[in-house]
């Protein structure tokens, strides 16, 4: 196939769907690891389309929702110092922090920009040499190449007023603590095609073997999803845990060399805290000590109290696949797009929010 409405072909869908239904004779539990994949499948009724035996579940894909809270506060911390410009990615504005978030702050006065590119963030730091200009650097593989580079570009144009708040979080590390987690019941995943098509397969090799759990790399389409869902039934039909790629047409075993070589140039694997899980070993990117000049962390000296986690929101639960969003007593009530009471209702790939908008059908499983 050539086209992106080829991915979106009904009678295509249809045919998957059949197979799916014609060769499922056990439950199945799937989880799909992107917030964009999420979206897909429930925007496009996928769910319900799925024999009753596929349960999907939804995993930590959404950089927005994973982003802790301590993180959240460190943003807000800094665009509250004097002489600073908090550059970030629209959606992490609504992200509620421990006390505030990036929206109430700039509603006070403080200058917090949108961004769609960090460089756009170097050139107001060049522009601004009285100011310290800070990127919030958040997402998963997918945006480190674009933050590393940020970097380097600074380094090179000499510019010194510019930092970074590192927040990357990484996908092989979160699907071990899914897996290893003692509630954990997924029998095989949906991965995330961007992040794979930027780091390629080699990381998943050894996560299928060790858990015995077919891994699909998969797109975002909703024929991607069909045929990334039925590529892992047929497996765990015949009992096979293998890595194999649904997303052929941007994904190489070998990843994109540039981008990775950008991200190593830069960044240095860290433990990471997530929204909801908890900490995870070795399952973020921190600047390295090559760039320190370049994270905000150690320029601005922070060292912040811990931050306690909205007790009313159940998204570690969701995100781990042990519940689905409707099951949470809050949402469409108390947690609203409007007033969201965790970052899964706030980010257009958080689940909570995909089945608030999208979701017709009053069983909360599905
Ligand atoms: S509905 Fe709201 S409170 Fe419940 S899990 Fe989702 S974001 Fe958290």
Redesign the pocket.
């Known amino acids: 196939m050539k086209y992106l409405t080829e991915y979106r072909d009904p009678e295509m869908a249809a045919a998957f769907i059949k197979e799916i239904q014609q060769i499922t004779t056990r439950p199945w539990t799937l989880m799909e690891i992107c917030g964009g994949q999420t979206h897909s499948l429930v925007k496009n009724g996928i769910l319900e389309m799925l024999p009753d035996k596929i349960t999907m579940v939804h995993g930590p894909g959404c950089p927005v ?1 994973v982003t802790s809270i301590g993180v959240i506060d460190e943003a807000v911390y800094l665009a509250e110092q004097p002489n600073t410009i908090l550059c970030s990615f629209g959606d992490m504005l609504r992200v509620p922090g421990s006390k505030k978030n990036l929206l109430e702050v700039k509603a006070a006065g403080a200058d917090v920009r949108i961004l769609y590119s960090p460089l756009e963030a170097v050139q107001i730091a060049k522009e601004n040499p009285d100011k310290e200009v800070v990127f919030f650097a958040v997402g998963f593989e997918t945006t480190a190449p674009a933050n590393a580079l940020s970097v380097i570009q600074a380094d090179k144009m000499g510019v010194t007023n510019y930092s970074i708040l590192a927040s990357h979080v990484l996908v092989p590390p979160a699907m071990e603590a899914i897996l290893s987690d003692e509630e954990n019941k997924i029998d095989g995943f949906l991965a995330a095609g961007h992040v794979c098509t930027i780091m390629g397969m080699e990381e998943y090799y050894p996560v299928a073997e060790k858990y015995k759990t077919p891994i699909v790399i998969t797109g975002f389409e909703p024929v991607d999803l069909l045929q990334g869902i039925l590529m892992t039934v047929q497996q765990l039909e015949k009992g096979e845990y293998k890595v194999e790629n649904q997303y052929t047409r941007y994904v190489q075993r070998a990843g994109n060399k540039m981008a990775i070589d950008a991200i190593q140039q830069v960044f240095a694997i860290s433990d990471r805290t997530w929204r ?1 899980i908890g900490p995870i070993p070795d399952s973020g990117y921190e600047v390295n000590e090559r760039y320190k000049n370049f994270n905000a962390r150690l320029k601005f000296k922070l060292d912040l109290p811990p931050a306690e986690e ?1 007790k ?4 570690g ?2 995100m781990k696949g042990l ?1 689905k ?1 409707k099951q ?5 009530t ?2 609203k797009p409007e007033h ?7 980010s257009s790939e ?4 995909a089945y ?1 908008h999208y979701s017709n059908t009053d069983n909360i499983l599905k």
């Open positions: 929702c909801g909205n009313e929101c159940i998204s639960d969701i519940k969003p949470c007593p809050n949402f469409g108390k947690c969201p009471l965790g970052a899964p209702m706030v958080g689940a909570c929010a608030y």
